[in-house]
């Protein structure tokens, strides 16, 4: 029976042009001072191959209007990779699974590996689970300054528009309270007694 993990992670990586290491983990389990990867050997000319037919059958999905054929050419593609990469226990226990969160732990060596399209016969491993990536290398990591907005943000609350809702009154109020502490937006409450016009009024001053 399918079973379904709060979190597992794909540890991967490539050695030389024709190994893959990789581990599939469930974090929380008993820790170990020995930790144990499993060896696939591969042929890396249909490895090259089939990352280029992906590439081409994703550039096509965006020129075509029936998606069909498309993503069942993906599923074959993504069919091969999980049997050329992932050695029998490793497929077995994906099949095991009825989905959660998949983190990939990948060398920088096999990052160009789409690995969310890798198909265990079920699915997309990145729609059966919910997926992100961590990748390992040696490079140093760019600090990224977002920059800092030049106005506030404008919002506008709505409570209680027809009077009737004593409790929606309240939730407004009490959302307006929170808010009230963001030096970054601009807050407006209108409460109570606001007709058709008066909302069609207000969503126009947004547009």
Not at 83 to 98: G, M, Y
Not at 133 to 161: F, G
């Amino acid at each position: 029976m399918a079973q379904a993990v709060q979190r597992l992670v794909l540890e991967a990586s490539l050695r030389g042009e024709s190994e893959i290491r990789s581990r599939l983990a469930e974090p929380g389990c008993a820790v170990s001072t020995f930790v144990s990867y499993s060896k696939r050997q591969f042929d890396p000319a249909e490895l090259g191959s089939l990352l280029e037919d992906l590439q081409k059958t994703l550039s096509l999905s965006n020129r075509v209007s029936d998606t069909s054929t498309i993503e069942t050419n993906l599923k074959a593609l993504g069919s091969r990779l999980f049997d050329l990469l992932l050695n029998e226990e490793t497929r077995w226990r994906f099949e095991q699974q009825a989905g959660g969160f998949l983190v990939f732990d990948l060398d920088e060596t096999c990052v160009h590996i789409p690995w969310e399209l890798v198909h265990d016969g079920t699915d997309f491993l990145c729609r059966r689970f919910a997926t992100g990536r961590i990748v390992r290398t040696t490079q140093e990591a760019l600090a990224v300054e977002r920059p800092r907005p030049d106005r506030k943000a404008s919002l506008i609350v709505v409570s209680n528009p027809t009077g009737d809702l004593p409790a929606a009154s309240e939730e407004g109020a009490e959302l307006l309270d929170k808010l009230a502490s963001e030096p970054r937006i601009q807050v407006e409450w209108f409460n109570g007694g606001l007709t058709k016009n008066d909302l069609a009024k207000l969503l126009g001053e947004l547009d």
